[in-house]
């Protein structure tokens, strides 16, 4: 259901992206506007951004090789940085640049009715967007807050697409007033404070992020709720006397390495311990189901004296 849920989501806002893209340069082109231009921009690397979405997801479907040998799970990790990267320099800088230049040079802006006409379409379309990527979340983080949510999301697609459309949106809105306000007033500097505001909110939502992605680069654990899973295996498991420095690192959204210490009861059959071990692996796949890889160390028996 991950893996659906975030194509699903990233193909939405794909769509919705490149429509949008077209009608604000359409917009900027009859009425001049920089804050229709950064949203222009903006639009464009986001449709770049789920572009690399869905290239981080082909490429982490290899499977393992000799100098990768837990697979490439991870490069949706990567990809996931990366648009953060272009957030951060494609529109948010760029949004700043042209919102300061508009305030140092103002230019009057023409056909008004136009901008207004593009932005509120723009709204409509990223607000589809947007709902379908809150439906598909909503299935996935349970009674998480949206903050929670994005914060522990061990696949980036869905929370990338959430905060680029939330962001899209309130640019959005942030060009609507700068239009509304310049048309109003006659003063061209409030285009370029809308400019300025997007390009704010787009380093804000880069820095969030280029943080989250690191962290899953880095390498995280699993949640809370699977390593108790995981320790309900071992501690239920009649072979095991005592476990000891669980450990687990995921290779990537679907993918979970597992490691223990494991101290069997007493036996002389080494053969009998080896079998426990391979069922209480098989145990532990069964109830985790993203659990691709375990390794239980045996460590030896504490003997009664």
Same mark, same amino acid.
């Given at each position: 259901?991950?893996?659906?849920?975030?194509?699903?989501?990233?193909?939405?806002?794909?769509?919705?992206?490149?429509? $949008?893209?077209?009608?604000?340069?359409?917009?900027?082109?009859?009425?001049?506007?920089?804050?229709?231009?950064?949203?222009?921009?903006? =639009?464009? @690397?986001?449709?770049?951004?789920?572009? #690399?979405?869905?290239?981080?997801?082909?490429?982490?479907?290899?499977?393992?090789?000799?100098?990768?040998?837990? *697979?490439?799970?991870?490069?949706?990790?990567?990809?996931?940085?990366?648009? =953060?990267? $272009?957030?951060?320099?494609?529109?948010?800088?760029?949004? #700043?640049?042209?919102?300061?230049?508009?305030?140092?040079?103002?230019?009057? #802006?023409?056909?008004?009715?136009?901008?207004?006409?593009?932005?509120?379409? @723009?709204?409509?379309?990223? *607000? +589809?967007?947007? &709902?379908?990527?809150?439906?598909?979340?909503?299935?996935?983080?349970?009674? &998480?807050?949206?903050?929670?949510?994005?914060?522990? @999301?061990?696949?980036?697609?869905?929370?990338? $697409? +959430?905060?680029?459309?939330?962001?899209?949106?309130?640019?959005?809105?942030?060009?609507?007033?700068?239009? *509304?306000?310049?048309?109003? %007033?006659?003063?061209?500097?409030?285009?370029?404070?809308?400019?300025?505001?997007?390009?704010?909110?787009?380093?804000?939502?880069?820095?969030? +992020?280029?943080?989250?992605?690191?962290?899953?680069?880095? *390498?995280?654990?699993?949640?809370?709720?699977?390593?108790?899973?995981?320790?309900?295996?071992?501690?239920?498991?009649? =072979?095991?006397?005592?476990? %000891?420095?669980?450990?687990?690192?995921?290779?990537?959204?679907?993918?979970? #390495?597992?490691?223990?210490?494991? %101290?069997?009861?007493?036996?002389?059959? $080494?053969?009998?311990?080896?079998?426990?071990?391979?069922?209480?692996?098989?145990?532990?796949?069964? &109830?985790?189901?993203?659990?691709?890889?375990?390794?239980?160390?045996?460590?030896?028996?504490? &003997?009664?004296?």
């Amino acid at each position: 259901m991950s893996g659906d849920g975030s194509h699903q989501a990233t193909l939405a806002a794909l769509a919705a992206n490149v429509g $949008v893209a077209v009608t604000k340069f359409v917009a900027f082109f009859f009425t001049g506007s920089s804050a229709m231009l950064a949203e222009g921009i903006h =639009s464009i @690397a986001d449709t770049g951004n789920q572009g #690399l979405l869905m290239l981080g997801r082909r490429r982490a479907r290899r499977g393992p090789s000799p100098d990768h040998p837990f *697979g490439y799970g991870r490069e949706r990790y990567f990809y996931g940085f990366l648009v =953060s990267l $272009v957030l951060f320099f494609g529109g948010g800088l760029f949004a #700043l640049y042209e919102g300061y230049e508009k305030i140092a040079e103002p230019r009057p #802006l023409e056909s008004w009715p136009w901008a207004i006409g593009v932005l509120v379409a @723009a709204i409509v379309m990223e *607000g +589809l967007s947007l &709902r379908t990527a809150v439906r598909n979340s909503n299935r996935e983080r349970g009674s &998480r807050s949206w903050p929670g949510f994005i914060r522990e @999301a061990k696949a980036p697609e869905l929370p990338v $697409v +959430l905060l680029e459309d939330t962001a899209a949106l309130a640019g959005l809105v942030f060009a609507l007033i700068g239009v *509304g306000l310049t048309v109003v %007033t006659g003063n061209s500097v409030f285009d370029g404070l809308g400019s300025i505001a997007i390009g704010l909110l787009l380093v804000a939502v880069a820095v969030t +992020l280029a943080r989250e992605t690191k962290s899953m680069i880095i *390498g995280e654990a699993a949640e809370p709720a699977v390593q108790d899973a995981i320790e309900n295996v071992l501690d239920d498991d009649p =072979s095991i006397q005592e476990f %000891t420095q669980v450990r687990t690192l995921h290779l990537g959204p679907e993918d979970l #390495l597992v490691a223990a210490r494991v %101290t069997m009861h007493p036996s002389d059959d $080494v053969e009998g311990a080896a079998q426990a071990l391979a069922e209480t692996e098989r145990r532990i796949r069964e &109830r985790v189901s993203i659990a691709s890889a375990v390794y239980l160390q045996p460590t030896p028996p504490q &003997r009664a004296s």
